[in-house]
């Protein structure tokens, strides 16, 4: 990094050299001659997201701003879903074409799977604070957990259009093609994705089974954990209970039951809504620029 340069030239300095950016729109504060850290680490999100970036963006295509948050489908506000975003950590990058969303790990680098948002599928982009409320033909996504005030300025950035139809499209984690759909393989690479109904199969068997296919291997750990200390709670009262009433004893364990039940079933609808938020590849993940696989 330049000493003593000029802000526009500390932060060109963090920039990755492969990605065109608007500068002036990526950095607001600039214009008042100064760097923000949060400039800083915008342009870094920006250098992890690079190997990503440079498969996924056009030739022409320009970076417009970047930020981090966590991608969540509207419904999930009303379930369980909304209690995980550590599971939903995204970087949202906005170009003169579309919104990529590309998922990462805790150190905000490209895990395992991506989306876009042509900017003519976007019908209205609303929210409060630090939310982001954007709806398409289809559907409607809340991206949370932004900075406030580059939430307020992303909201001015994105305008919206007439369109009524088509929605987020899923890309291929190999070759970046976009898709409306959730295919069992790439029609363009042949990369192959895993089945969301296989995932709720594995995870209505135990729950976590079905994250762990997935790759969410810390959050299936803890959903594991979770439900064998409600299995062994069940057993814990249904064993004294049959020994002292018989077969009625059963009864007294019956709503530890029902809540496991309820468990299984609910974890089952959120892990195949999960499989289906992007194509999940069966044998590769994003490209990160890492030599380690990630």
Known sequence: MPKGGSPEEELNALLPASVAVRFDEMFPSVRARRV???????AEMLRKAEPVLQRALGPLEVVRFVTNGARQLAWGLV??????PFTNRTIFVLTDKRILLIHTDSKQRPRLFANQLPLERIRAA?????????????????FHGVKRGEAKYLR???????AKEGGWQNLCPRCFVATDDAPKSCARCGETFK?????ALRSLLFPGLGDLYLGYRWY???EILGAAFLWTLFVVV?????RARGFSGVLIALPVLAFVALLHGSDAILTRAKARSGLHSLDRALPTGDTETT
């Open 36 to 42: 923000r850290r949060r400039d800083r680490k915008r």
């Open 195 to 199: 089945d969301p109904r296989k995932a």
């Open 238 to 242: 249904l064993v004294p209970a049959v």
């Open 156 to 162: 001015r950035l994105l305008e919206s259009t007439p």
């Open 79 to 84: 379930t369980a879903g909304s209690m995980n």
């Open 220 to 222: 299936a750990l803890l």
């Open 126 to 142: 609303t929210g409060r604070h630090s939310y982001i409320f954007i709806r398409s033909g289809r559907e409607q996504l809340m």
